[in-house]
């Protein structure tokens, strides 16, 4: 019976302190938003496991490999989601840890040819259905607002800026992955089941309902990063701006690959592009890592920007990874080979005492 007891309360010991914060890279504590809530996967039944930083690479987020159930994980009561769930593997791939802002895409315009830049412009006339006091000018131009996300471009001029940024734009595969931050069954980015954390502080740019739409510190977009990343280090990816993926709308996962899927709608006429995380304007429901949107890809809409990501190959295949070695000193040259090398040189000096110049080259002071 003693060795009973002496396990159970060593078992109850080693889960305490398995399942308390994970220590962040700094030394300080993780918390991901929730300050009571451990940053921690289920590696072992009844031992919860820290979860390692991901590295970055400026802003950009490197994720492992990894498997997950992709699809809602909420209740749906209003059956507003049919896509089902299905589990899924995503190879290693970078994501940007904020969504493109302003600032960021007057930047690519400002490399475009003034025709292709007119053609690139976020829809202007998109603008009156934001129901913002601000003008599209005012938002997309104005130096207050270059931190915030650029909103009002298609799918197109998204996939243009990310390729001209040598990146992508996500699947909706990754997209979800890179929102659930290696939480199983999660409904947010962060623990819980609430859009705020223990002292009632809202974790995402939403539309709270009878709290109203400011609530959360911003009646419209709010700047990119004002609001506690996810343990994986990504901002926003719930509420602020929908986000454009790679995909085409499909009703169902069910024709999914299990390693890497994407649908390009080859064998279909949808015009529709997936749109993931909510928005500014969307309700709590709305802004989980399992609800899907859809929207025409060829529309621009005041709720939907966007974020790129990158192949592994993309960011770290660029890089030259050899070194020619250094001559060692058997291959150095002697001094009577140096000496040598110096008279032969000397019959070849000017009289002046300088080098000739390289043939076809003219001398300093050109021809006289």
Request: hydrophobic letters at 35%; proline letters at 8%; one cysteine or more.
């Amino acid at each position: 019976m003693r060795h009973l007891v002496l396990s159970l309360l060593l078992f109850a010991f080693v889960a305490t302190v398995s399942a308390s914060p994970a220590a962040a890279l700094d030394g300080s504590t993780a918390t991901d938003g929730n300050e009571d809530a451990p940053v921690a996967i289920m590696t072992v039944p009844g031992v919860l496991m820290p979860v390692p930083a991901p590295p970055t690479f400026g802003d950009m987020v490197r994720l492992p490999d990894g498997t997950f159930i992709m699809g809602l994980t909420d209740e749906d009561p209003f059956e507003i989601q049919s896509a089902g769930r299905r589990r899924v593997t995503v190879s290693a791939f970078y994501i940007d840890r904020f969504e493109v802002t302003n600032a960021e895409y007057r930047a690519y315009l400002q490399s475009l040819s003034p025709g292709e830049r007119d053609s690139a412009l976020p829809d202007s006339t998109a603008w009156s259905s934001s129901a913002s006091r601000a003008d599209f000018s005012t938002y997309f131009y104005g130096s207050n607002y270059d931190e915030y996300p650029v909103v009002s471009v298609t799918w197109q001029e998204a996939k243009d800026y990310c390729k001209a940024e040598d990146k992508r734009l996500p699947t909706e595969a990754e997209w979800e992955y890179a929102a659930r931050a290696g939480r199983v069954g999660g409904v947010y980015p962060w623990s819980g089941f609430s859009p705020r954390d223990a002292f009632g502080r809202y974790l995402a740019n939403f539309n709270p309902g009878r709290q109203g739409q400011a609530a959360d510190g911003y009646a419209f977009t709010a700047p990119v990063g004002s609001f506690p990343p996810s343990r994986w280090g990504l901002h926003d990816v719930a509420g602020n701006a929908a986000e454009w993926v790679e995909d085409t709308y499909a009703s169902t996962y069910a024709n999914l690959s299990d390693l890497d899927p994407v649908y390009r709608g080859q064998d279909t006429e949808e015009t529709r592009k997936v749109v993931r995380g909510g928005a500014w304007d969307s309700d709590a429901f709305r802004i989980g890592v399992g609800f899907r949107d859809m929207h025409e890809a060829d529309q621009g809409s005041p709720r939907i920007g966007f974020r790129c990501a990158a192949d592994v190959s993309q960011v770290e295949g660029t890089t030259r990874r050899f070194q020619d070695p250094e001559p060692s000193q058997d291959d150095a040259p002697s001094e009577e080979d140096a000496g040598a090398g110096g008279d032969a040189g000397g019959d070849n000096m000017e009289e002046d005492g300088t080098a000739p110049p390289e043939s076809g080259t003219t001398p300093p002071g050109g021809n006289r």
